[in-house]
């Protein structure tokens, strides 16, 4: 139990090299985003789910889209969330692209790496 309570990041998929960002910086990096009611928020790369269920359970879920390009971290997220109450919108797909069926979003958080950030 240790371990969940510590704020270190872990490992999701050793395959895909997915992990879960440090605690602190998740919740500094979700004070940052100065939600309000009401805000539809995106998320790119869902990972374990953790920042879907926060969301989920400030904004309501129906204001909660998460994408992750991995099918499997998608289904353990859905699935982790509907045994809590909570069903964002989740999808698989590339973050690149968003989400762009439920635009526009009032936030959107990336909590994944990239190779490369492209010149605007």
């Known amino acids: 139990m240790d371990l969940v ?3 270190t990041a872990l490992f999701v998929l050793l395959d895909g090299l997915s992990s879960t960002s440090m605690p602190a910086l998740m919740t500094r990096m979700l004070e940052a985003l100065d939600i309000r009611d009401g805000h539809d928020v995106l998320e790119i790369g869902a990972g374990t789910g ?5 969301l989920s359970h400030r904004l309501g879920d129906q204001h909660v889209f998460a994408v992750d390009i991995e099918p499997t971290l998608i289904r353990l997220v859905r699935e982790r969330l509907a045994k809590i109450g909570y069903h964002p919108t989740l999808v698989t797909a590339d973050g690149a692209d968003g989400l762009p069926e439920h635009a526009p979003y009032d936030r959107v958080i990336t909590t994944c790496s990239v190779s490369a950030v492209p010149w605007s």
């Open 5 to 7: 309570y510590s704020n």
């Open 50 to 54: 953790y920042n879907a269920a926060l």
